[in-house]
């Protein structure tokens, strides 16, 4: 029996849980949605009808159920935001991304537009612009090593002592700096070893300090951190 394709179900779902988080001040150039995870099985199995073949096979390589259900509606959640920059009313299933050598997915018919998704235990994040480079990022996970030095170890010195001197909220700075990093890097298509191309400034107001020359610099780069309780999220946007 032919698996039936449910991608009116799941759009419908995603239309009532995703929240817009776009920053009001970057409406003209980006578009950001968080969705929660799902505990629902129906849910789970529902997005899965909207999976290729490849992303099929990738799901069986998961050995618990949990990371299956989360492997299907984050799939199914990239999906949806394809439509929703594609502006189409197509199956969910016929949204076809492909990746890049570094790992950035784009739409193969629309490679203008810039995608950057992130994952965390608790929810999902995707951004896009067809005017700007962008990533994000979205962390909840505990630190398994020692913040201190993993902030020694990938942050510049000011990053590194702001992480040292954070007192009780020295995680949260952490993550928060974290979370830049990666949204950072996304939006110049790196990966994190080269986290101290990148420097910002958290107390008062959000700053990028340093930004890589070959990139224009500071001055082409705009960073926002999303205030939600439970996880750190981060988007960056670069003028190309």
């Not at 968080?34 to 849910?43: C, I, L």
């Not at 929703?84 to 969910?92: K, V």
């Not at 990148?198 to 700053?207: A, M, P, Q």
Request: proline share 4%; with cysteine; charged share 25%.
């Amino acid at each position: 029996m032919m698996t039936p394709d449910c991608s009116a179900w799941v759009n419908e779902m995603f239309s009532q849980r995703a929240c817009d988080l776009t920053p009001a001040a970057v409406r003209d150039a980006a578009h950001v949605f968080y969705t929660p995870v799902s505990s629902d099985p129906e849910v789970s199995w529902r997005c899965a009808t909207v999976l290729s073949d490849v992303e099929r096979k990738r799901w069986e390589r998961f050995v618990s159920k949990e990371l299956k259900n989360h492997f299907e509606q984050r799939r199914a959640f990239r999906r949806y935001c394809g439509a929703l920059a594609l502006g189409s009313s197509s199956s969910l299933s016929q949204i076809t991304f492909a990746e890049t050598l570094n790992g950035r997915p784009y739409l193969r018919d629309r490679s203008d537009l810039w995608f950057s998704f992130s994952s965390c235990r608790s929810g999902f994040i995707g951004a896009w612009s067809g005017t700007h480079g962008l990533g994000v990022d979205l962390e909840d996970r505990p630190v398994e090593r020692e913040v201190k030095d993993l902030a020694q170890m990938y942050f510049t010195e000011s990053e590194a002592r702001t992480v040292r001197e954070g007192g009780p909220a020295l995680r949260r700075r952490f993550l928060q700096l974290w979370s830049l990093k990666e949204a950072a890097l996304k939006s110049i298509g790196a990966g994190l070893p080269f986290g101290r191309e990148f420097e910002f400034e958290i107390e008062g107001s959000l700053r990028v300090v340093y930004a890589p020359r070959e990139h224009g610099g500071p001055q082409r780069f705009k960073a926002h951190l999303f205030d939600q309780a439970d996880v750190c999220a981060a988007l960056v946007l670069r003028n190309r």
